[in-house]
């Protein structure tokens, strides 16, 4: 009996302590890029500015060569309402931490390889500077009540700065445990209709979590001052519990439709959010606001790149694939000298 105590201690001590000594060797804030000279910002200037991020939608020329699907309806639709689509636009680095940070940073993380090593896997520096970046501090000091409408995912669920930062159902780690043990089962078979026991299921709550995020963007600005409203959506992005008119599937629906099907449905429903949002922006009262329509990258080839060989041995195809990607703005005034058609979002706030 001791001796099993004995292995059942080192069991549970193992782990703690890697934990505790991970915490106190990563836990530091994240690294900062030199702060850009602060602009005053006349009040008679100030519209609200909504930044949306659908997770992984391709650019129309990805869509059009890889996946043979035309999403050009939707390039149309964004011209035809005064917007500047970006139609070679690429993503700044190839996962959504990187490429979100460097965005909000307005800058490339080469300084990260100087701090860390350049071989380094430690991501708390990017997490650090999605919980507090540039743009956050900038726009909070020019006046701006910042709304953050983020996904499940634990860097853009929650941040400091934000005065609305709603959330939808469990944090990231306790779905992701609640989801792998018995309470799952349990909350199925007692309450199998609950919002919580939903948000549980395979998919992540994603077909409730959505249709609840477009509707907090559109609510974000409250019409007591400019009001900054970022929102990360994860569409097309994976699971793809969507099919092209926006309907929820089950599991085995999702998966005998094959992975490509999945992502160019998740697509056109994607598009259908895109105008939605597009439309009940426009017409809110007030002056008309900022829109900056975006994703973080593209989705992965069907290769086993990234999975066997790394992407310094990518081809040219599987590079297009992941890193062409949506890139759109409208400012009310139609002034897009500053744009051109290989804009990359490390300069979307800089030229803003």
Known sequence: HSILNGIALILVVTPIWQAASYKWEHGRPGLMAPAPEEVAVPAAVQPDIYYLV???YASAAVMERYFETDDTPLTTFLEERGFYVARGSHANYLKTGHSLASTFQMDYLDFLADEEGRRSSDWQPILGMLRDHR??????????????IGAWWGPTQLNSY????????????????????VINPMMRLVAPD?????TMQWDAGQCQRV??????????ADGTGPTFVFGHILLPHEPFAFDADGN???????????RVQGYVEQVHYAGKVIRDLVIALQQREGPPPIIIIQADEGPFPETDVGHIRTWRDATFDELQIKMGILNAYYFPDGDYDLLYPTITPVNSFRML
């Open 162 to 181: 934000a005065e609305l930062n709603p959330l939808f159902g469990f944090a990231e780690f306790t779905a992701m445990y609640l989801r792998d043990r």
């Open 135 to 148: 743009v956050a501090r900038f726009l909070k000091s020019a006046g701006y009540r910042y709304a953050q």
């Open 194 to 198: 609950s919002f919580y026991t939903r």
């Open 54 to 56: 659908f997770d992984r």
């Open 248 to 258: 929820c599937l089950s599991r085995e629906q999702s998966d005998a439709r094959g």
């Open 211 to 220: 249709p609840w995020q477009i509707e907090q963007i559109k609510q974000a």
